[in-house]
C-alpha cells in the first residue's frame, strides 16, 4: 500500500511540475518538456529518500529495497519520459 501511495505521490508531483512550467513558460507543447525535465531528478532524489528511509527506518536490505526503488522511480519516470519523446518535437 505505501508503495502505490508513493507512486501517486510521483503523478502528483510531474502534475505539479508541468504546471510550474506552464505557469512560468506559457501554455506550449514546450513547457510538457520542460515539466518532465523539472521532474525526472527531483522525483530521482524523492526516490531515492523513500528507498534509503526503508532501509534505514524501517528494516529492509538494501537487496530488498532495490525492485521498489525501481518501481516507484520508474512508473512516474516512465510517464514523464512519454511526454517528453511525445513533445519534444512540438
Known sequence: MHTLKV????FVLLVACIFVTRWLGGARPASL???AKLFLPVWLVA?????????????????EEAPIFLVVFGVPAA???VLWWRFAGS
Not at 529518500?49 to 526503508?54: E, H, K, Q, T
Open 47 to 63: 526516490a531515492g529518500v523513500n528507498m534509503w528511509l526503508g532501509v534505514s527506518r524501517a528494516g529492509y536490505s538494501v537487496a
Open 7 to 10: 507512486i501517486v505521490g510521483g
Open 79 to 81: 510517464v514523464a519520459a
Open 33 to 35: 518538456v520542460s515539466g
